[in-house]
Protein backbone atom coordinates (compact mmCIF):
# COMPACT_ATOMS: atom_id res chain seq x y z
CA UNK A 1 0.00 0.00 0.00
CA UNK A 2 1.60 3.59 -0.77
CA UNK A 3 1.41 6.42 1.26
CA UNK A 4 -1.27 8.12 -0.51
CA UNK A 5 -3.71 4.96 0.51
CA UNK A 6 -3.25 5.16 3.79
CA UNK A 7 -6.12 7.00 5.61
CA UNK A 8 -5.75 9.86 8.14
CA UNK A 9 -6.45 7.32 11.11
CA UNK A 10 -3.56 4.73 9.34
CA UNK A 11 -0.77 8.11 8.66
CA UNK A 12 -1.61 9.08 12.53
CA UNK A 13 -0.29 5.33 13.62
CA UNK A 14 2.63 5.38 11.19
CA UNK A 15 3.80 9.02 12.28
CA UNK A 16 3.64 7.97 16.05
CA UNK A 17 5.55 4.99 15.44
CA UNK A 18 7.81 6.74 13.42
CA UNK A 19 7.74 4.72 11.14
CA UNK A 20 6.76 7.46 8.56
CA UNK A 21 7.85 11.31 8.81
CA UNK A 22 5.73 14.18 7.92
CA UNK A 23 8.26 15.60 5.17
CA UNK A 24 7.57 11.81 3.66
CA UNK A 25 4.35 11.67 3.82
CA UNK A 26 4.04 15.25 2.14
CA UNK A 27 6.49 14.78 -0.51
CA UNK A 28 4.84 11.95 -1.27
CA UNK A 29 1.46 13.56 -1.71
CA UNK A 30 3.02 17.00 -3.37
CA UNK A 31 4.22 14.18 -6.15
CA UNK A 32 1.12 12.67 -6.04
CA UNK A 33 -0.27 16.04 -7.04
CA UNK A 34 2.13 16.57 -9.53
CA UNK A 35 1.22 13.51 -11.57
CA UNK A 36 -2.53 13.63 -11.52
CA UNK A 37 -3.88 17.06 -11.28
CA UNK A 38 -3.46 17.77 -14.94
CA UNK A 39 -6.20 15.34 -15.59
CA UNK A 40 -8.54 16.04 -12.54
CA UNK A 41 -7.76 20.05 -11.83
CA UNK A 42 -8.67 19.86 -8.12
CA UNK A 43 -6.18 22.57 -7.26
CA UNK A 44 -5.85 26.22 -7.91
CA UNK A 45 -2.80 26.67 -5.77
CA UNK A 46 -0.26 23.78 -4.61
CA UNK A 47 1.98 25.25 -1.51
CA UNK A 48 4.53 23.17 -2.16
CA UNK A 49 7.41 25.49 -0.04
CA UNK A 50 5.16 26.08 2.52
CA UNK A 51 4.03 22.35 3.04
CA UNK A 52 7.59 21.34 3.26
CA UNK A 53 8.27 23.73 5.93
CA UNK A 54 5.12 22.71 7.84
CA UNK A 55 5.73 19.26 7.54
CA UNK A 56 9.94 20.02 9.20
CA UNK A 57 7.79 21.81 11.93
CA UNK A 58 5.79 18.84 12.67
CA UNK A 59 8.15 16.30 12.46
CA UNK A 60 10.23 18.22 15.22
CA UNK A 61 7.12 17.86 17.35
CA UNK A 62 7.04 14.61 16.84
CA UNK A 63 10.29 14.21 17.66
CA UNK A 64 9.84 16.20 21.10
CA UNK A 65 6.29 13.94 21.88
CA UNK A 66 3.87 17.52 21.01
CA UNK A 67 1.64 15.20 19.40
CA UNK A 68 -1.95 16.21 18.25
CA UNK A 69 -4.35 14.24 16.12
CA UNK A 70 -3.46 16.01 12.74
CA UNK A 71 0.70 16.16 13.34
CA UNK A 72 2.04 16.00 10.30
CA UNK A 73 -0.98 14.91 8.01
CA UNK A 74 -1.63 17.02 4.73
CA UNK A 75 -4.78 18.54 4.67
CA UNK A 76 -6.37 20.32 1.61
CA UNK A 77 -8.64 22.79 2.05
CA UNK A 78 -10.87 24.89 -0.28
CA UNK A 79 -10.34 28.08 -1.65
CA UNK A 80 -13.25 30.14 -0.05
CA UNK A 81 -10.87 30.05 3.40
CA UNK A 82 -8.98 33.20 3.98
CA UNK A 83 -5.47 31.47 4.90
CA UNK A 84 -2.69 34.07 5.59
CA UNK A 85 0.11 34.72 2.62
CA UNK A 86 -2.00 32.51 0.57
CA UNK A 87 -4.22 33.26 -2.54
CA UNK A 88 -7.47 33.39 -1.70
CA UNK A 89 -9.91 33.30 -5.15
CA UNK A 90 -13.31 31.76 -4.64
CA UNK A 91 -12.35 30.65 -7.96
CA UNK A 92 -12.99 33.92 -9.51
CA UNK A 93 -11.65 36.29 -11.73
CA UNK A 94 -12.38 39.12 -9.34
CA UNK A 95 -9.99 37.53 -6.19
CA UNK A 96 -7.63 36.36 -8.58
CA UNK A 97 -4.56 37.84 -6.84
CA UNK A 98 -6.14 38.50 -3.21
CA UNK A 99 -3.87 37.31 -1.26
CA UNK A 100 -5.56 36.85 2.72
CA UNK A 101 -3.83 39.12 5.42
CA UNK A 102 -5.33 36.64 8.25
CA UNK A 103 -6.55 33.19 9.01
CA UNK A 104 -9.73 31.94 9.17
CA UNK A 105 -10.57 30.13 12.53
CA UNK A 106 -10.92 26.80 11.07
CA UNK A 107 -7.56 27.00 9.27
CA UNK A 108 -6.13 28.75 12.51
CA UNK A 109 -7.14 25.14 14.30
CA UNK A 110 -5.66 23.17 11.88
CA UNK A 111 -2.51 25.07 12.10
CA UNK A 112 -2.27 24.84 15.87
CA UNK A 113 -2.61 20.90 15.75
CA UNK A 114 0.20 21.39 12.81
CA UNK A 115 -1.53 19.85 10.22
CA UNK A 116 0.17 20.63 6.95
CA UNK A 117 -1.98 22.29 4.19
CA UNK A 118 -0.94 20.81 1.29
CA UNK A 119 -3.11 23.40 -1.03
CA UNK A 120 -5.89 25.16 -2.02
CA UNK A 121 -8.94 23.83 -3.66
CA UNK A 122 -11.33 24.35 -7.23
CA UNK A 123 -14.66 25.16 -6.64
CA UNK A 124 -17.88 26.81 -8.15
CA UNK A 125 -16.90 30.53 -7.98
CA UNK A 126 -18.12 31.66 -4.83
CA UNK A 127 -19.59 28.36 -3.93
CA UNK A 128 -22.57 28.68 -6.39
CA UNK A 129 -23.05 25.64 -8.65
CA UNK A 130 -23.55 21.59 -8.06
CA UNK A 131 -21.06 20.93 -10.89
CA UNK A 132 -17.79 22.67 -10.27
CA UNK A 133 -17.98 24.02 -13.58
CA UNK A 134 -18.15 27.83 -12.91
CA UNK A 135 -14.54 28.44 -12.00
CA UNK A 136 -12.67 30.94 -13.38
CA UNK A 137 -9.98 27.86 -13.36
CA UNK A 138 -11.83 25.33 -15.07
CA UNK A 139 -13.88 22.41 -14.36
CA UNK A 140 -12.82 19.73 -12.17
CA UNK A 141 -13.22 16.23 -13.48
CA UNK A 142 -14.67 13.21 -11.59
CA UNK A 143 -11.85 10.92 -10.89
CA UNK A 144 -14.26 8.11 -11.76
CA UNK A 145 -14.71 8.80 -14.85
CA UNK A 146 -12.81 12.12 -16.29
CA UNK A 147 -15.93 13.13 -18.39
CA UNK A 148 -18.64 13.66 -15.75
CA UNK A 149 -18.31 15.89 -12.98
CA UNK A 150 -17.32 15.79 -9.36
CA UNK A 151 -19.94 17.75 -8.24
CA UNK A 152 -19.99 20.81 -6.47
CA UNK A 153 -19.50 23.78 -5.06
CA UNK A 154 -16.56 21.48 -3.12
CA UNK A 155 -15.82 19.53 -6.34
CA UNK A 156 -12.28 19.66 -5.73
CA UNK A 157 -12.21 18.96 -2.01
CA UNK A 158 -13.87 15.58 -3.03
CA UNK A 159 -12.05 14.78 -6.18
CA UNK A 160 -8.90 15.53 -4.32
CA UNK A 161 -9.54 12.55 -1.26
CA UNK A 162 -10.88 10.44 -4.00
CA UNK A 163 -8.13 10.56 -6.65
CA UNK A 164 -5.36 10.55 -3.19
CA UNK A 165 -3.91 13.90 -3.65
CA UNK A 166 -4.67 14.89 -0.11
CA UNK A 167 -5.40 12.45 2.79
CA UNK A 168 -8.93 14.71 3.52
CA UNK A 169 -10.04 18.03 2.83
CA UNK A 170 -12.35 20.83 4.25
CA UNK A 171 -15.25 22.17 2.26
CA UNK A 172 -18.33 24.30 2.37
CA UNK A 173 -21.62 22.94 2.42
CA UNK A 174 -24.56 25.60 1.41
CA UNK A 175 -27.24 23.53 -0.30
CA UNK A 176 -25.23 20.30 -0.41
CA UNK A 177 -21.76 21.70 -1.90
CA UNK A 178 -20.02 18.96 0.28
CA UNK A 179 -23.12 16.00 0.18
CA UNK A 180 -23.36 16.25 -3.28
CA UNK A 181 -19.45 15.84 -4.63
CA UNK A 182 -19.21 13.47 -1.54
CA UNK A 183 -21.32 11.30 -3.16
CA UNK A 184 -20.35 11.60 -6.50
CA UNK A 185 -16.89 10.66 -5.85
CA UNK A 186 -17.42 8.03 -3.23
CA UNK A 187 -16.10 9.45 -0.35
CA UNK A 188 -17.85 10.35 3.17
CA UNK A 189 -18.61 14.33 3.58
CA UNK A 190 -20.14 16.11 6.21
CA UNK A 191 -22.41 19.04 6.94
CA UNK A 192 -22.14 20.00 10.86
CA UNK A 193 -25.35 21.78 12.48
CA UNK A 194 -24.98 25.30 11.69
CA UNK A 195 -23.63 26.77 14.09
CA UNK A 196 -21.17 23.89 15.28
CA UNK A 197 -18.11 24.85 13.54
CA UNK A 198 -17.05 29.08 12.92
CA UNK A 199 -17.81 31.02 9.92
CA UNK A 200 -15.15 33.46 10.69
CA UNK A 201 -12.44 33.98 8.17
CA UNK A 202 -15.22 32.17 5.03
CA UNK A 203 -16.25 33.97 2.17
CA UNK A 204 -19.51 34.11 2.19
CA UNK A 205 -22.02 33.53 0.41
CA UNK A 206 -25.60 32.92 1.80
CA UNK A 207 -24.79 33.56 5.60
CA UNK A 208 -28.03 31.68 7.28
CA UNK A 209 -27.01 28.64 5.20
CA UNK A 210 -23.22 28.36 4.69
CA UNK A 211 -21.37 25.92 7.10
CA UNK A 212 -18.05 24.11 7.29
CA UNK A 213 -17.20 20.52 7.12
CA UNK A 214 -14.63 18.00 6.45
CA UNK A 215 -14.48 15.62 3.42
CA UNK A 216 -12.48 12.43 3.94
CA UNK A 217 -12.11 8.87 2.90
CA UNK A 218 -14.07 7.28 5.98
CA UNK A 219 -16.19 8.16 8.95
CA UNK A 220 -13.52 7.87 11.32
CA UNK A 221 -11.04 10.12 9.32
CA UNK A 222 -14.70 12.44 9.46
CA UNK A 223 -14.86 11.86 13.40
CA UNK A 224 -11.16 12.95 13.82
CA UNK A 225 -11.48 15.82 11.41
CA UNK A 226 -14.87 17.56 12.50
CA UNK A 227 -13.08 16.98 16.12
CA UNK A 228 -10.44 19.40 15.10
CA UNK A 229 -12.32 21.84 13.57
CA UNK A 230 -15.91 22.15 15.33
CA UNK A 231 -16.25 23.99 18.63
CA UNK A 232 -17.22 28.19 19.78
CA UNK A 233 -15.52 30.54 18.13
CA UNK A 234 -16.55 34.22 19.95
CA UNK A 235 -15.28 35.95 15.95
CA UNK A 236 -18.62 34.50 14.53
CA UNK A 237 -21.79 35.72 16.06
CA UNK A 238 -23.31 32.69 14.77
CA UNK A 239 -21.13 30.26 16.29
CA UNK A 240 -23.26 28.06 19.49
CA UNK A 241 -21.46 27.98 22.30
CA UNK A 242 -22.27 24.09 23.16
CA UNK A 243 -19.44 21.28 24.25
CA UNK A 244 -18.06 19.55 21.77
CA UNK A 245 -18.25 15.33 22.29
CA UNK A 246 -15.75 12.95 21.72
CA UNK A 247 -16.94 11.49 18.04
CA UNK A 248 -14.62 8.72 17.81
CA UNK A 249 -15.18 7.37 21.37
CA UNK A 250 -19.18 7.37 19.61
CA UNK A 251 -18.40 4.77 16.87
CA UNK A 252 -19.14 1.54 18.38
CA UNK A 253 -21.27 0.14 15.83
CA UNK A 254 -23.80 -0.57 18.14
CA UNK A 255 -27.29 0.42 16.31
CA UNK A 256 -29.75 -1.71 19.11
CA UNK A 257 -32.59 0.90 19.62
CA UNK A 258 -31.49 2.84 16.78
CA UNK A 259 -34.84 4.32 14.69
CA UNK A 260 -34.24 5.82 11.33
CA UNK A 261 -36.81 7.38 9.45
CA UNK A 262 -37.52 6.97 5.31
CA UNK A 263 -39.44 10.27 4.32
CA UNK A 264 -41.88 9.34 1.67
CA UNK A 265 -41.07 12.65 -0.74
CA UNK A 266 -37.96 11.68 -1.14
CA UNK A 267 -38.61 8.42 -3.23
CA UNK A 268 -40.42 9.89 -5.70
CA UNK A 269 -40.51 9.86 -9.48
CA UNK A 270 -37.19 11.53 -11.06
CA UNK A 271 -35.19 9.23 -9.11
CA UNK A 272 -32.63 7.32 -11.10
CA UNK A 273 -33.14 3.54 -10.75
CA UNK A 274 -29.83 2.54 -9.57
CA UNK A 275 -29.48 5.32 -7.17
CA UNK A 276 -33.13 3.79 -5.81
CA UNK A 277 -32.33 0.35 -5.40
CA UNK A 278 -28.69 1.08 -3.91
CA UNK A 279 -30.41 3.14 -1.51
CA UNK A 280 -33.03 0.41 -0.58
CA UNK A 281 -30.07 -1.62 -0.45
CA UNK A 282 -28.67 0.68 2.63
CA UNK A 283 -31.81 0.27 4.35
CA UNK A 284 -31.67 -3.69 4.33
CA UNK A 285 -28.47 -3.18 5.57
CA UNK A 286 -29.69 -1.47 8.35
CA UNK A 287 -32.19 -3.47 9.60
CA UNK A 288 -29.83 -6.45 9.32
CA UNK A 289 -27.96 -4.09 11.65
CA UNK A 290 -30.65 -4.11 14.29
CA UNK A 291 -31.96 -0.17 13.53
CA UNK A 292 -35.84 -0.46 12.68
CA UNK A 293 -36.96 1.74 9.97
CA UNK A 294 -39.79 3.22 9.95
CA UNK A 295 -41.62 5.61 6.79
CA UNK A 296 -42.11 9.50 8.23
CA UNK A 297 -43.24 12.16 6.04
CA UNK A 298 -41.59 15.64 5.35
CA UNK A 299 -44.44 17.72 4.09
CA UNK A 300 -42.96 20.88 2.61
CA UNK A 301 -40.27 19.34 0.95
CA UNK A 302 -41.75 20.34 -2.45
CA UNK A 303 -40.84 23.87 -1.48
CA UNK A 304 -37.30 23.54 -0.46
CA UNK A 305 -35.55 23.86 -4.16
CA UNK A 306 -37.70 27.20 -4.59
CA UNK A 307 -37.41 28.07 -1.01
CA UNK A 308 -33.59 27.86 -1.11
CA UNK A 309 -32.98 29.93 -4.08
CA UNK A 310 -34.78 32.80 -2.53
CA UNK A 311 -33.14 32.95 0.40
CA UNK A 312 -29.42 32.21 -0.82
CA UNK A 313 -29.91 34.21 -3.95
CA UNK A 314 -30.87 37.51 -1.81
CA UNK A 315 -28.08 37.09 0.58
CA UNK A 316 -25.62 36.40 -2.57
CA UNK A 317 -26.74 39.40 -3.66
CA UNK A 318 -25.65 41.45 -0.08
CA UNK A 319 -22.69 39.52 0.67
CA UNK A 320 -21.49 40.16 -2.82
CA UNK A 321 -21.93 43.46 -3.02
CA UNK A 322 -18.21 44.40 -1.36
CA UNK A 323 -16.51 43.01 -4.51
CA UNK A 324 -17.01 46.95 -6.16
CA UNK A 325 -13.20 46.96 -7.23
CA UNK A 326 -12.46 49.75 -4.40
CA UNK A 327 -10.78 47.74 -1.76
CA UNK A 328 -9.49 44.45 -3.10
CA UNK A 329 -9.75 42.22 -6.08
CA UNK A 330 -10.30 43.37 -9.38
CA UNK A 331 -10.41 47.02 -10.61
CA UNK A 332 -11.42 47.92 -14.50
CA UNK A 333 -8.62 50.64 -15.62
CA UNK A 334 -10.28 52.49 -18.12
CA UNK A 335 -13.19 53.36 -16.12
CA UNK A 336 -14.78 56.66 -16.94
CA UNK A 337 -16.26 57.78 -13.63
CA UNK A 338 -16.72 55.80 -10.17
CA UNK A 339 -20.13 54.03 -10.86
CA UNK A 340 -18.72 52.82 -14.32
CA UNK A 341 -15.64 50.91 -12.47
CA UNK A 342 -18.15 49.39 -10.61
CA UNK A 343 -20.11 47.99 -13.45
CA UNK A 344 -16.54 47.04 -15.38
CA UNK A 345 -15.32 46.08 -12.61
CA UNK A 346 -17.95 43.78 -11.73
CA UNK A 347 -19.00 42.73 -15.31
CA UNK A 348 -15.36 41.53 -15.62
CA UNK A 349 -14.63 39.77 -12.27
CA UNK A 350 -18.21 37.51 -11.79
CA UNK A 351 -19.16 34.40 -14.00
CA UNK A 352 -22.20 33.92 -15.84
CA UNK A 353 -23.59 31.78 -12.86
CA UNK A 354 -22.32 34.05 -10.11
CA UNK A 355 -24.18 36.87 -12.11
CA UNK A 356 -27.45 35.29 -12.27
CA UNK A 357 -27.94 34.54 -8.83
CA UNK A 358 -26.90 38.25 -7.68
CA UNK A 359 -29.65 39.41 -10.30
CA UNK A 360 -32.21 37.31 -8.47
CA UNK A 361 -31.31 38.01 -5.35
CA UNK A 362 -31.61 41.96 -5.93
CA UNK A 363 -34.87 41.33 -7.55
CA UNK A 364 -36.34 39.14 -4.36
CA UNK A 365 -35.25 42.01 -2.66
CA UNK A 366 -36.23 44.94 -4.45
CA UNK A 367 -38.71 47.59 -3.04
CA UNK A 368 -41.97 45.85 -4.07
CA UNK A 369 -40.88 41.84 -4.18
CA UNK A 370 -39.26 41.84 -0.56
CA UNK A 371 -42.25 40.71 1.05
CA UNK A 372 -43.78 38.74 -2.14
CA UNK A 373 -40.64 36.51 -2.40
CA UNK A 374 -37.88 36.75 0.44
CA UNK A 375 -39.84 37.17 3.42
CA UNK A 376 -42.58 34.25 2.27
CA UNK A 377 -39.27 31.92 1.71
CA UNK A 378 -38.49 32.70 4.93
CA UNK A 379 -41.77 31.90 6.52
CA UNK A 380 -42.10 28.45 4.43
CA UNK A 381 -38.18 27.96 5.83
CA UNK A 382 -39.36 27.61 9.09
CA UNK A 383 -42.31 25.10 7.77
CA UNK A 384 -39.61 22.65 6.53
CA UNK A 385 -37.61 23.16 9.88
CA UNK A 386 -40.59 22.80 11.74
CA UNK A 387 -40.76 19.27 9.50
CA UNK A 388 -37.76 17.83 10.33
CA UNK A 389 -37.82 18.60 14.61
CA UNK A 390 -41.34 17.07 14.22
CA UNK A 391 -39.92 14.04 12.35
CA UNK A 392 -37.16 14.06 14.95
CA UNK A 393 -39.71 13.32 17.48
CA UNK A 394 -40.09 9.64 16.00
CA UNK A 395 -36.61 8.85 14.86
CA UNK A 396 -32.97 9.44 15.57
CA UNK A 397 -31.91 10.22 12.35
CA UNK A 398 -33.54 9.96 8.35
CA UNK A 399 -32.21 8.27 5.47
CA UNK A 400 -32.07 9.61 1.89
CA UNK A 401 -30.72 9.52 -1.03
CA UNK A 402 -27.61 12.44 -1.73
CA UNK A 403 -28.79 13.45 -5.36
CA UNK A 404 -30.98 12.28 -7.65
CA UNK A 405 -28.85 10.93 -10.23
CA UNK A 406 -25.16 9.24 -10.05
CA UNK A 407 -22.65 12.04 -11.15
CA UNK A 408 -23.46 13.50 -15.10
CA UNK A 409 -21.77 14.04 -18.03
CA UNK A 410 -19.33 17.46 -17.96
CA UNK A 411 -21.44 20.42 -19.82
CA UNK A 412 -24.55 17.93 -19.85
CA UNK A 413 -26.67 20.80 -18.03
CA UNK A 414 -24.39 23.93 -18.28
CA UNK A 415 -27.45 25.54 -20.52
CA UNK A 416 -30.35 24.62 -18.05
CA UNK A 417 -30.25 26.09 -14.65
CA UNK A 418 -32.91 25.06 -13.34
CA UNK A 419 -32.08 21.21 -14.12
CA UNK A 420 -28.73 22.31 -12.57
CA UNK A 421 -30.57 23.77 -9.48
CA UNK A 422 -32.77 20.46 -8.83
CA UNK A 423 -29.50 18.14 -8.49
CA UNK A 424 -29.64 19.32 -5.09
CA UNK A 425 -33.27 18.52 -4.50
CA UNK A 426 -32.40 16.42 -1.38
CA UNK A 427 -29.64 18.30 0.22
CA UNK A 428 -31.24 21.70 0.51
CA UNK A 429 -33.64 20.63 3.10
CA UNK A 430 -30.87 20.21 6.03
CA UNK A 431 -29.58 23.43 5.22
CA UNK A 432 -33.08 25.59 5.42
CA UNK A 433 -33.05 23.67 8.71
CA UNK A 434 -30.04 24.26 10.11
CA UNK A 435 -29.32 20.87 11.38
CA UNK A 436 -26.70 18.16 10.58
CA UNK A 437 -26.50 15.55 7.64
CA UNK A 438 -24.00 13.25 6.27
CA UNK A 439 -22.82 11.30 2.53
CA UNK A 440 -21.24 8.49 2.48
CA UNK A 441 -20.68 5.44 -0.41
CA UNK A 442 -23.24 2.96 -0.71
CA UNK A 443 -22.78 1.85 -4.41
CA UNK A 444 -22.15 2.43 -8.08
CA UNK A 445 -24.10 2.34 -11.02
CA UNK A 446 -24.19 0.38 -13.97
CA UNK A 447 -21.37 2.64 -15.28
CA UNK A 448 -19.29 2.48 -12.47
CA UNK A 449 -20.29 5.83 -11.16
CA UNK A 450 -20.19 6.10 -7.06
CA UNK A 451 -23.99 6.82 -5.63
CA UNK A 452 -23.94 8.37 -2.09
CA UNK A 453 -25.96 7.57 0.95
CA UNK A 454 -27.43 10.55 3.00
CA UNK A 455 -27.95 10.56 6.79
CA UNK A 456 -29.25 13.69 8.35
CA UNK A 457 -29.29 13.86 12.52
CA UNK A 458 -31.10 15.95 14.93
CA UNK A 459 -29.30 19.54 15.52
CA UNK A 460 -26.07 19.02 17.35
CA UNK A 461 -26.02 14.98 17.37
CA UNK A 462 -23.25 14.65 14.98
CA UNK A 463 -22.20 11.86 17.29
CA UNK A 464 -25.42 9.79 16.43
CA UNK A 465 -25.08 10.53 12.69
CA UNK A 466 -21.38 9.36 12.73
CA UNK A 467 -22.13 6.54 15.15
CA UNK A 468 -24.92 5.39 12.57
CA UNK A 469 -22.67 6.17 9.37
CA UNK A 470 -19.74 3.87 11.14
CA UNK A 471 -22.02 1.09 11.39
CA UNK A 472 -23.21 0.79 7.76
CA UNK A 473 -19.13 1.21 6.54
CA UNK A 474 -18.10 -1.60 8.78
CA UNK A 475 -20.50 -3.88 7.23
CA UNK A 476 -20.26 -3.22 3.44
CA UNK A 477 -17.18 -2.23 1.20
CA UNK A 478 -17.87 0.26 -0.61
CA UNK A 479 -15.54 2.67 0.84
CA UNK A 480 -12.84 0.81 0.25
CA UNK A 481 -12.98 1.00 -3.69
CA UNK A 482 -10.82 3.52 -5.63
CA UNK A 483 -10.67 5.09 -8.62
CA UNK A 484 -8.35 3.67 -11.10
CA UNK A 485 -7.25 6.28 -13.37
Known amino acids: MTIYDLTLAELRARLDNRELSAVEVTNAYLSRIAATNPAVNAFITVCSDTAIAEAQAADQALAIGEVTPLTGLPIAVKDIFNTAGLRTTCASRI ?39 NSAFGAVHNPWNLKHVPGGSSGGSAACVAARQAVAALGTDTGGSIRQPASHCSVVGMKPTYGRVSRYGVVAYASSLDQVGPITRNVRDCALLLQAIAGHDPADSTSVNTPVPDYQAGLTGDLKGLRIGLPQEYFIEGLDNDVRKAVEQATATYRDLGAEVVEVSLPHTAYAVACYYLIATAEASSNLARYDGVRYGLRADN ?151
Not at 441 to 456: D, E, R, T, V, Y
Request: net charge negative; hydrophobic share 40%; proline share 5%.
Open 95 to 133: LGNYISPYDATVISRIKEQKAVIIGKLNMDEFAMGSSNE
Open 335 to 485: AENLIDMYMQSRAAGFGAEVKRRIMLGTYALSSGYYDAYYLKAQKVRTLIRQDFLDAFEKVDTLLTPVAPTPAFALGEKLNDPLQMYLSDIYTIPANLAGTCAISLPCGFSANNLPIGLQLIGKPFDEMTLLRTAHAFEQATEWHKRKPDF
